[in-house]
């Protein structure tokens, strides 16, 4: 059983930055791929970025390659995003997610436990 906890959003001007956390409970964190994804209001979830459970991997859409970038800690039970250059295109409900395979995949299905959720706006 992992459990999920989101923290840092807030409102942000375009152009600035904000660093999301997500804190894992569990012994297991390490085993497992992490995700972020976002939900705008009537849009689907959508991928943002994947980490491997090693950290050595990681994957991120097309839509915030080069100013998104995700990481993790494993003896914090920790994993972040930090968000530059943040457009109104980024405002979103921002989920992390625990993957069981151990990828941080794209496919939101193969997550198997998720955080509440943190609201990112971004004013143009």
């Known amino acids: 059983q992992v459990q999920l906890v989101e923290s840092g959003g807030g409102l942000v001007q375009a152009g600035g930055s904000l660093r999301l956390s997500c804190a894992a409970s569990?012994?297991?964190?390490?085993?497992?791929?992490m995700g972020w994804f976002r939900q705008a209001p009537g849009k689907e979830r959508e991928f943002v970025a994947g980490i491997a459970w090693s950290g050595g991997s990681t994957d991120y859409a097309d839509s915030v390659k080069g100013r998104f970038t995700i990481s993790r800690d494993n003896v914090k039970n920790t994993v972040y995003l930090q968000m530059n250059s943040l457009k109104p295109e980024d405002t979103a409900v921002y989920y992390c997610a625990a993957d069981m395979y151990g990828r941080g995949g794209r496919t939101w299905a193969m997550y198997e436990y998720w955080g509440q959720g943190t609201q990112v706006t971004v004013s143009s």
């Open positions: 569990g012994r297991t964190f390490s085993r497992y791929g």
